[in-house]
Nanobody, 117 residues
Framework: QVRLVESGGGLVRTGGSLRLSCAAS????????MAWYRQAPDKQRELVAS???????KYQDSVKGRFTISRDNAKNLVYLQMDSLKADDTAVYYC???????????WGQGAQVTVSS
């Protein structure tokens, strides 16, 4: 059974940094695109950044230049380095992964990120 587990969330001051990690396990094939989404209170879940198995990256405009997504295909890990954090970045961050060949979509349980001034 595929499982995604996030870690690294927490409370940080405006301008600070956090690094989120997501460990994916249980797949026979590995993962194609992996991504980070976030959901703030009373808002819809939105894509923050994604990375293909080959390393192609996409970012939401509001995080370009501040966030960096990376992955380790051998270990099925994906990271989100978040720098210059703002109050608007406060949200629950979810790891997402699409399994190779089967195209099944999986979600982690979420990690709270709170940015205070």
């Amino acid at each position: 059974q595929v499982r995604l587990v996030e870690s690294g969330g927490g409370l940080v001051r405006t301008g600070g940094s956090l690094r989120l990690s997501c460990a994916a396990s249980g797949s026979r094939y590995g993962f194609a695109t992996m991504a980070w989404y976030r959901q703030a209170p009373d808002k819809q879940r939105e894509l923050v950044a994604s990375i293909t198995r080959g390393g192609g990256k996409k970012y939401q405009d509001s995080v370009k230049g501040r966030f960096t997504i990376s992955r380790d295909n051998a270990k099925n890990l994906v990271y989100l380095q978040m720098d210059s954090l703002k109050a608007d970045d406060t949200a629950v961050y979810y790891c997402n992964a699409v399994e190779l060949f089967l195209n099944t979509n999986y979600w982690g349980q979420g990690a709270q990120v709170t940015v205070s001034s």
